[in-house]
């Protein structure tokens, strides 16, 4: 890859130089009067980010994986039985770690293209009477498939059963480039890392935790010791860290919050959803189809494209790379091969997402794919010359 070119990928994205400089850094004593004006800051950036007044924020070292592990570990027993749907690389993964931990996965087959099944959950929910589902988890942005599912429609079915399960929500790929609205949500854990949306280096798992989560965590049984959110809550009030703080990296997450709320948040999200109907339009004009089945689950930060027959997703990548020096998503799992993905989460302009359609449809025409060159820039740039629209609550909801 080229290191003048950005990057397509879903994450890590994209680094502002502000931010870059920001993470950079000499060393800083963390039990110094220094370092509290940088983990508060970052704390109550998060929550504001997230859209949580009730629940608390904690920064891990670590990535979005790293998440997942404090949610579940702080929450639940051995045994515990949690809710889950297979419809992705990302929420596969994360059954994949329930399981090692010894919970009991009940696992909801979905299409790799579909959204959350939000209907089946319902049914399951209300069926289980004896509340023996402790955790659902949900993941809002599926970044292998390029889907969005609908979280405020899944609390709505929870509330619907009066199901006291808590809710664990992976919006690594959505939140700070999508609305997510923590405390509206219901949401008992939702999980971020500093790569996606937050525009800086892997590094940092970045949590926020319900009162009820909190609650739970008193009960909870499985081992933890890294990821323990007690020390973390117990210690950060007064700038404490159970361990050697990231220091840098939480430097970068306060400036990087800085930067988001300079835009707007709305304008951030308003930013994303133009830049997609960019890319989405663009797809339409080479005539290729996504890989998200229902139009209106087709994500704002992530666009997986499935490539005609015969044509390997692994090729194009392969060849954006070392003819291009621009680097595309690859397929994952039950996709691999199937598809190429354009990431557009993160730091992103109308200008540089041109470059990557630009890019994408010579690599498309490389590899002997039927389209006319221009057509997809054509088409976006007919996007990108209107204006970009409210972010429309419609759309939030979702
Ligand atoms: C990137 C990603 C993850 C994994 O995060 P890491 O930071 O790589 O550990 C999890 N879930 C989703 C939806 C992601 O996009």
């Not at 859209?51 to 998440?67: D, H, M, S």
């Not at 970044?143 to 664990?168: C, E, K, Q, W, Y």
């Not at 965590?217 to 117990?234: G, H, I, K, N, S």
Request: contains cysteine.
């Amino acid at each position: 890859m080229s290191l003048q070119n950005p990057v397509f990928i879903p994450g890590p994205t994209n680094i502002p130089e502000a931010l870059r400089k920001a993470c950079d850094m000499p060393t800083i004593d963390h039990r110094s009067s220094v370092f509290p004006q940088i983990l508060q800051p970052a704390l109550a950036g998060v929550k504001r980010v997230l859209k949580t007044e009730a629940g608390e924020a904690i920064v891990f070292p670590g990535t979005g994986t790293g998440g997942w592990e404090a949610a579940i570990s702080n929450t639940l027993s051995p045994g515990d039985k949690v809710l889950a749907a297979n419809f992705g690389m990302f929420s596969a993964k994360w059954i994949d770690m329930c399981r090692r931990h010894g919970l009991e996965v009940q696992v909801v087959e979905a299409p790799w293209g579909a959204a959350l099944p939000v209907a089946t959950f319902a049914e399951i929910l209300a069926a289980d009477t004896g509340h023996e589902i402790r955790a659902v988890l949900a993941t809002h942005n599926e970044t292998a498939t390029g889907v969005r599912s609908d979280i405020a429609g899944l609390r709505a079915a929870m509330n619907a059963a009066d199901h006291p399960a808590l809710l664990f929500v992976d919006g690594v790929s959505s939140i700070a480039s999508m609305d997510f609205r923590m405390d509206e949500w219901g949401i008992d854990v939702a999980i971020t890392g500093s790569q996606k949306g937050f525009m800086l280096p892997a590094g940092l798992a970045i949590v926020a935790v319900s009162r009820k989560a909190v609650a739970a965590m008193e009960r909870a049984t499985l081992p933890r010791f890294y990821f323990d959110f007690r020390d973390m809550l117990a210690m950060n009030p007064a700038s404490g860290y159970p361990y050697t703080p990231v220091v840098g990296l939480l430097n970068g997450l306060k400036a990087s919050i800085e930067m988001l709320e300079a835009e707007g948040l709305d304008a951030v999200f308003a930013r994303h959803a133009h830049i997609a109907d960019g890319v989405r339009v663009a797809v339409g004009a080479w005539g290729l189809r996504f890989c998200a089945i229902a139009p209106d689950a087709r994500s704002d930060t992530v666009t997986a494209i499935v490539l005609p027959d015969g044509i390997d997703g692994n090729a194009f990548v392969a060849h954006a790379e070392t003819r291009y020096g621009t680097s595309f998503g690859a397929g994952l799992g039950a996709v691999a091969g199937k598809v190429f993905r354009i990431g557009h989460l993160g730091q992103l302009s109308e200008t540089q997402a041109l470059a990557g359609i630009a890019t994408a449809e010579m690599v498309l025409a490389d590899l002997g794919v039927d389209i006319a060159l221009g057509s997809g820039v054509a088409a976006a740039q007919g996007v990108y010359r209107s204006a970009v629209k409210g972010h429309g609550s419609a759309r939030a909801a979702a």
